[in-house]
């Protein structure tokens, strides 16, 4: 059964397709005091996470996951920081059931001052997952680059091969020609 990641808004599940995009799964840590600063950092109300709970990787930066080995693994001391939480519920304002009809409240109403540029409506969003290669030989984070990169070296390896057995049978060619034209004119000096 795939596990599902435990942020707030978060659809991550643990599949192949999420491997492939480099996604990992982190269990929360087995010391309590770390697994309740990871809790209240996920802000949800009446939550505790049990052995089975995990978080995805999209909730931590780049430098706090260990890839240097072949199991990824949160640094110790870390805590998840990255999550999409909705903005706070506005009020809706309901209309008034008996809307203010007098003059007084009317010029009150159009003396009022609007402002001249509304502010930009912030929204946070979920910063792009990125892999950061350390090294230029390192592997890329998409399998299908890699296989990319595979076919492509694969084909120019054929062609070179190819062209190598073409130069020795070219190369073969031309020695028998030269050792018949050299013992030609040996031969027939005898006869």
Same mark, same amino acid.
């Given at each position: +059964?795939?596990?599902?990641c435990?942020a707030y808004?978060?659809?991550?599940?643990?599949?192949?397709?999420?491997?492939?995009?480099?996604?990992?799964?982190h269990?929360f840590p087995?010391?309590?005091? +770390?697994?309740?600063m990871?809790?209240?950092?996920?802000?949800?109300?009446?939550?505790?996470?049990?052995?089975?709970?995990?978080? @995805?990787?999209?909730?931590f930066?780049?430098?706090?996951?260990?890839?240097t080995? /072949?199991? @990824?693994?949160?640094?110790?001391?870390?805590i998840?920081?990255?999550?999409?939480?909705p903005?706070?519920?506005?009020?809706?304002?309901?209309?008034?059931?008996?809307a203010?009809?007098?003059?007084t409240? +009317?010029?009150?109403?159009?003396? +009022?001052?609007q402002?001249?540029i509304?502010?930009p409506?912030?929204?946070?969003?979920?910063?792009?997952f990125?892999?950061? %290669?350390?090294?230029?030989?390192?592997?890329?984070?998409c399998?299908?680059? %890699?296989?990319a990169?595979?076919?492509?070296?694969a084909?120019?390896?054929?062609?070179?091969?190819?062209?190598?057995?073409?130069? /020795?049978?070219?190369?073969?060619?031309?020695?028998?020609?030269l050792?018949?034209?050299?013992?030609?004119?040996?031969?027939?000096?005898?006869?």
């Amino acid at each position: +059964m795939p596990a599902h990641c435990a942020a707030y808004g978060c659809k991550q599940r643990r599949t192949a397709e999420s491997k492939k995009e480099g996604i990992t799964f982190h269990r929360f840590p087995g010391d309590d005091e +770390m697994r309740r600063m990871w809790e209240k950092a996920l802000r949800r109300k009446d939550f505790t996470a049990n052995k089975e709970t995990v978080l @995805c990787s999209d909730h931590f930066e780049c430098d706090d996951i260990d890839r240097t080995g /072949q199991i @990824c693994r949160i640094r110790p001391g870390v805590i998840p920081s990255i999550f999409n939480f909705p903005d706070r519920p506005r009020k809706v304002r309901r209309k008034e059931k008996n809307a203010r009809t007098t003059k007084t409240s +009317m010029k009150a109403k159009e003396s +009022m001052p609007q402002p001249l540029i509304t502010p930009p409506k912030v929204t946070k969003k979920k910063p792009p997952f990125k892999i950061e %290669l350390d090294h230029n030989y390192s592997l890329p984070s998409c399998p299908d680059a %890699l296989k990319a990169k595979f076919k492509e070296f694969a084909s120019r390896l054929w062609a070179l091969e190819k062209e190598k057995r073409n130069a /020795q049978v070219r190369e073969r060619r031309a020695r028998n020609t030269l050792m018949a034209v050299l013992h030609k004119p040996l031969c027939n000096a005898f006869i």
